[in-house]
């Protein structure tokens, strides 16, 4: 059994070294020097039971090649063009009020606009809104932008908004397919009223302080009051309508949305320019799960964008002069999360444990090429709230086993595998296909440590999820959002007792429960000081990462591709693409 396989990958940058050069004058090739990332195969030396061992290890390292490419000539933005963009999950609703999904915030927000939005960089702007006051502590007035006007022509009021809300936050105010609510309510669950002041004013009243208000209300997009009321939920969801900057033409959720600029488009955020309609003429979302698939379209230019490029594939795309990659961090914690009330891992030790047989720094180099950072906890560490002061356990397989055996859980009969009490230590690790070679490579790991751990691929999430939440699985491998760079909406769906009907806990697969930690998220959602709920977070990390409900792994890059004539575009860290600014050079 290796007792140390720690395997050193080169660190790789953002890749700006990917991005093919545009030079400003005419035509004519050019010799350059360019960055790329290359495959190679080396020798390392690692111990293998205390004995040195030469092995091949492969790594991703980057070279400086000579590549001759001829300069396009830019002379500001264009207008014109089809933008095809390659999505990696496939979308099931385009009605704002009913999703819990980034691949569907993606497409919608191209054709919905919100009170405010977010930068590329993470900060909150205002879209719709012309200004946003807090009126008192827990009541927000909004004066809106006048004379914004939908896809069908009306005119954009305070009824629109206050219909779009409570919509959101009625109970089974959502009528099609079955009556329900809507799955977005969590997102803003202190909002109890909107109240309209006059035909352009609104004002929502909170129940408690939430200081979270405008990162949480980036994600709701408005609605036509009257146009809704005529169609219905169903009529809408075939034909949408929005106010942003592309509409509605056709599509299928299985196969592509098309839209086509909104020529009376209001500009959007006057702090991102350029303010005004958008520079294609149309943009076209396709649904392309396969990576490779993604990839082979972006390399024959049949997309312009595409999501979630797998790090293997990298060298190839890094010789290619029409594509361009770019990376960035993420908002998406990965974790391996531990069912605390079911044998093993209802043992605080084995849970320590098992963050010491993980190897976390090399799933990352190996699997995701570099791409990352690894965490030290349950908030990602770009959290605006993260504890800094917390480190990650780190590999330590030593630890690992005299904390199982502490357990009672040791080889007793030589057979390679730890048992106890006649058992042999074995459980399913759960995973959906973009978690599954980061599952295998942990159950690897655990699997030379002695523990039969097997991973099962669930091709449905929505099956999966409500198992999880019912204390039936016993391991899963997954992440979850973290877009606000807050805590709230993201801590109290992960580490929160779950209460039904809250939101607190819609994504706790540990079962974790701790009622000190149930206060602590409660008092920092409502906390007004900024050093108080820090205060307050920091003892809420430090319980979590002491009573270890997960595998801690690592906080992946988004890793997306163009082609070289697309411009004014770069990953958003909270997952999102907005077309509004993108346009073709020729």
Not at 19 to 46: N, S, Y
Not at 153 to 176: H, P, S
Request: net charge negative; with cysteine.
């Amino acid at each position: 059994m290796s007792t140390s396989r720690k395997t050193l990958l080169a660190s790789m940058s953002l890749l700006t070294a990917l991005a093919v050069l545009v030079g400003c004058a005419a035509p004519t090739p050019e010799v350059i020097e360019k960055e790329v990332f290359v495959t190679q195969i080396v020798e390392e030396m690692v111990l293998v039971e205390g004995t040195p061992q030469v092995v091949e290890v492969t790594k991703i390292v980057q070279e400086t090649v000579e590549k001759v490419v001829t300069a396009t000539p830019v002379v500001g933005p264009q207008k014109g063009g089809t933008l095809a963009i390659g999505l990696a999950a496939d979308i099931y609703t385009l009605d704002p009020a009913d999703y819990r999904d980034r691949t569907i915030e993606t497409v919608i927000r191209n054709m919905f606009d919100g009170l405010v939005t977010r930068t590329t960089d993470g900060r909150v702007v205002l879209e719709l809104a012309e200004s946003a006051a807090l009126v008192d502590d827990t009541t927000w007035e909004f004066v809106l932008k006048e004379g914004v006007t939908f896809h069908n022509g009306e005119e954009l009021t305070a009824e629109d908004v206050k219909f779009t809300f409570d919509r959101i936050i009625t109970e089974n105010a959502i009528e099609y397919p079955e009556p329900h609510t809507s799955p977005r309510k969590g997102l803003i669950s202190p909002l109890e009223s909107v109240e309209i002041v006059d035909d352009y004013t609104v004002r929502f009243h909170l129940s408690d302080p939430w200081p979270v208000a405008m990162q949480m209300f980036v994600h709701q997009q408005i609605v036509p009051k009257d146009y809704f009321e005529e169609v219905g939920t169903e009529g809408f969801v075939k034909a949408p309508v929005g106010c942003g900057p592309f509409r509605f033409v056709e599509g299928s959720f299985g196969d592509q949305i098309v839209m086509e600029r909104f020529d009376e488009y209001y500009g959007g955020a006057d702090e991102l320019p350029p303010v005004g309609p958008a520079l294609v003429d149309r943009v076209i979302f396709k649904i392309l799960p396969e990576a490779s698939t993604r990839v082979a379209a972006l390399r024959a230019g049949e997309v312009n964008i595409i999501q979630s490029v797998p790090s293997h594939m990298i060298p190839l795309l890094a010789t290619d002069p029409n594509v361009r990659v770019v990376s960035g961090p993420s908002t998406r914690p990965a974790w391996m999360e531990m069912n605390v009330n079911k044998p093993p891992f209802d043992d605080i030790g084995v849970r320590l444990a098992m963050n010491y047989a993980v190897d976390a720094e090399t799933i990352l180099a190996t699997v995701l090429g570099g791409l990352g950072i690894v965490i030290p906890g349950p908030l990602s560490p770009y959290n605006n709230f993260a504890d800094h002061t917390l480190e990650p356990y780190g590999y330590d397989p030593d630890q690992a086993l005299e904390l199982l055996a502490e357990s009672g859980w040791t080889d007793s009969d030589g057979d390679g595998f730890l048992d106890k009490g006649g058992e042999i230590f074995a459980f399913v690790i759960d995973a959906t296909p973009t978690s599954k070679t980061r599952a295998e490579a942990v159950a690897g790991q655990l699997q030379e440590l002695g523990i039969d751990a097997a991973v099962r691929i669930w091709g449905d999430y929505s099956v999966l999820k409500p198992l999880m939440l019912d204390g039936e699985r016993t391991a899963y491998v997954g992440d979850w959002g973290d877009s606000a760079f807050d805590p709230v909406g993201h801590f109290e769906a992960k580490w929160h007792t779950a209460v039904e009907g809250t939101g607190n806990g819609r994504g706790n697969f540990s079962g974790y429960s701790n009622p000190r930690v149930d206060e602590l998220i409660g008092a920092g959602e409502v906390e007004p000081d900024v050093e108080r709920r820090h205060e307050l977070y920091d003892e809420a990390q430090q319980i979590v990462y002491d009573e270890v409900p997960a595998v801690f792994l690592f906080l992946p890059d988004i890793l997306e591709a163009s082609t070289a004539n697309v411009q004014g575009w770069t990953v958003a860290a909270d997952g999102r693409l907005n077309m509004h600014d993108v346009w073709l050079s020729q």
